[in-house]
């Protein structure tokens, strides 16, 4: 399988994979979050046979899919014991969340719960922060992606949304 990724200025990035079977799969990434998925029946092909667009949400959802979150193949059992039960979550900070405002030291989440922050992207403007340090301030929207094992991402949730309590549910995505 080979990967080429192309910046495409003012849309986005283009990722064309060519499989081990010869056939040909082209991801627009645009920068609205848009996604439009071409396949080809052969690497040279110059006409796509199928095509569709997805919105960010939907593309994520796929991507889960895919990737194995929803159903995990029998043959993956060993690759999952490899990584000891590690898990990686995306979260959308909600605007009523009482993380909102404080930052990622001032809430002390490695230390209160073992998960780690490994990404913060600010919906609204794009930025994204890969390992941020405990100086990042979470804002309503921001999409955090998280490691961890699964206990720990349960104490998370209660952290990020109410402090202790864990009365409101985290909307994950």
């Not at 060519?18 to 990434?29: H, N, S, Y």
Request: aromatic residues 6%.
């Amino acid at each position: 399988m080979t990967i080429r990724e192309t910046d495409l200025p003012g849309i986005g990035k283009k990722f064309q994979v060519t499989t081990r079977g010869g056939e040909k799969l082209v991801i627009v990434v645009h920068d609205d979050g848009r996604r439009e998925c071409f396949h080809y029946d052969h690497p040279l092909a110059d006409e796509y046979v199928s095509m569709i667009s997805l919105d960010d949400d939907e593309a994520r959802f796929v991507a889960g899919i895919i990737g194995g979150m929803t159903y995990k193949p029998k043959a993956l059992e060993t690759i999952e014991m490899a990584l000891d039960d590690l898990i990686i979550e995306w979260y959308r900070v909600e605007a009523d969340f009482a993380s909102v405002g404080k930052t990622i030291g001032e809430l002390d989440i490695r230390q209160a719960c073992g998960v780690t922050i490994i990404a913060v992207v600010e919906k609204l403007s794009g930025v994204k922060q890969i390992n941020p340090g405990p100086d990042i301030v979470l804002t309503a929207d921001s999409i955090l992606i998280v490691a961890g094992e699964r206990r720990q991402h349960k104490q998370f949730k209660t952290i990020l949304t109410n402090g202790c309590d864990g009365t409101n549910e985290l909307h994950r995505i």
